[in-house]
Structures are given as structure tokens and as C-alpha cells.
């Protein structure tokens, strides 16, 4: 079964800052997809960032990118330039017909 | 361009009821898949519904049930409910066999209390 490991429960950062959120995954598939959403206190899940598992390019959207190493089964989201905006609860998830997420990470940002 | 949208933002039930949950998908959607998100935790795939038929199911007891229209909205049913079923309910909508197909939009969710 695939499992979805996100290991940091909660991050903090500075606004202006780079944060890195950390996730891993366990799959014997080479086809799949990795998905970034994050879930501010209004509870809706909004996407992030999308990564195929058959590009080799990493995803980026505007502040947002990843670090997609499908050997090592680590897909991490980095956000630059961090925004009060930004705080919530981020869910990295791996879909390969049903989706699967992970526990999520918290993130806080100081102004 | 209308989001996935979800009735009832809150529910209030007690043990044993029975209760519906409803869905409209993002336009020009066809999918529908429902999901269970308990406090503090990621969401849980409960089924997905594509062509009025379930496709696919996560580990859910018979109790949780569904039904997709011809207008691609969805319900979800769940009887005989338990207090362990108060949870945060989320509907994702996507469009099945294209090229950005497997990105699901999410629904504002509906918060179910058992007491």
C-alpha cells in the first residue's frame, strides 16, 4: 500500500524567508502523480503545486517549487519568499487512482 | 466559473441517524471522489464516483454509501452513525482521462458532529 510520510508536524519561518516542507513516499509504481495542498483555517483544501512522476523536471509555481527525487521517493515543497499568507496546513499527497495523503505540517510565519 | 461547492457547511447528528451529504463538482468536471478528514489529520479516501458508478473505494465500512446524478453532482450517504464518523467531509472533483486529469479541486468541506 502507498504511504505518505510527512515527518515535520509543525514549521516555522520568517516572512521574506525560504522554508522547506519535507515528504516522502513508498510506491512500487514508476507512474503516479505528487500533489502540494494547502488548508488554511477556512478548512478548503487548495492546490498548490503538481508534479508528475514521469517528468524529471521539478514543478514550480511562482514562489513556490519542489525537490522531486524519484529514486529516493522525497518530494519536498519549498516556498521562497515566505508570506503571512502563507500559514496553514500543508498536505502533500500521492495519487496513483485514489489519492493519499499525509498527516500534514503546520506552518507558521512570523512577520 | 463556479468551484466544487458542498451542503451543508454543518451538521449536527446523533448516534445511530442516518445523514446526506451533497456535491457539485467544478464545471466541466465529470469526477467526484469524497474523502473524511478527522481533526488533525490528512484526509481519508472514502470512494470515487465517475459515470453514476462508485470506480473505486478506500477502507470504509458498507455504512458509508454514494450516489453520482446524471449532472455529475454526488451524495454522500452514511447510516447508523457512530461518534467516531464526526469528521470534516470533503468533495474533490476532477476530470477523468485528459491530460491534468488526475488534479482534484476541493470543496469548502461540511463539518459532521455525532453526539
Known amino acids: 500500500a502507498q504511504t505518505v510520510t510527512q515527518s515535520q508536524p509543525e514549521m516555522s519561518v520568517q516572512e521574506a524567508e525560504t522554508v522547506t516542507l519535507s515528504c516522502t513516499y513508498d510506491?512500487?509504481?514508476?507512474?503516479?502523480?505528487l500533489f502540494w495542498y494547502k488548508q488554511p483555517p477556512s478548512r478548503q483544501m487548495i492546490l498548490v503545486i503538481r508534479?508528475?512522476?514521469?517528468?524529471?523536471q521539478n514543478a514550480t509555481e511562482n514562489r513556490f517549487s519542489v525537490n522531486f527525487q524519484k529514486a529516493a521517493k522525497s518530494f519536498s515543497l519549498k516556498i521562497s519568499d515566505s508570506q503571512l499568507g502563507d500559514a496553514a496546513m500543508y498536505f502533500c499527497?500521492?495519487?496513483?487512482?485514489?489519492?493519499?495523503f499525509g498527516a500534514g505540517t503546520r506552518l507558521t510565519v512570523k512577520p | 466559473d463556479a468551484g466544487v461547492t458542498q451542503s451543508p457547511t454543518h451538521l449536527i447528528k446523533t448516534r445511530g441517524q442516518q445523514v446526506t451529504l451533497r456535491c457539485s463538482p467544478k464545471?466541466?468536471?465529470?469526477?467526484v471522489s469524497w474523502y473524511q478528514q478527522a481533526l488533525g489529520q490528512g484526509p481519508q479516501f472514502i470512494f470515487q464516483?465517475?459515470?453514476?458508478?462508485?470506480?473505486q473505494r478506500g477502507n470504509f465500512p458498507d455504512r458509508f454509501s454514494g450516489h453520482q446524478f446524471p449532472n455529475y453532482s454526488s451524495e454522500l450517504n452514511v447510516n447508523a452513525l457512530l461518534l467516531g464518523d464526526s469528521a470534516l467531509y470533503l468533495c474533490?472533483?476532477?476530470?477523468?482521462?485528459?491530460?491534468?486529469?488526475?488534479?482534484?479541486?476541493f470543496g469548502p468541506g461540511t463539518r459532521l458532529t455525532v453526539l
Open positions: 474533490a472533483s476532477s476530470l477523468e482521462g485528459q491530460g491534468a486529469a488526475d488534479t482534484q479541486y
Open positions: 510506491t512500487s509504481e514508476s507512474d503516479y502523480y
Open positions: 508534479q508528475e512522476a514521469y517528468k524529471q
Open positions: 499527497a500521492y495519487r496513483r487512482g485514489d489519492m493519499r
Open positions: 464545471s466541466g468536471h465529470d469526477t
Open positions: 464516483y465517475y459515470e453514476e458508478e462508485e470506480r
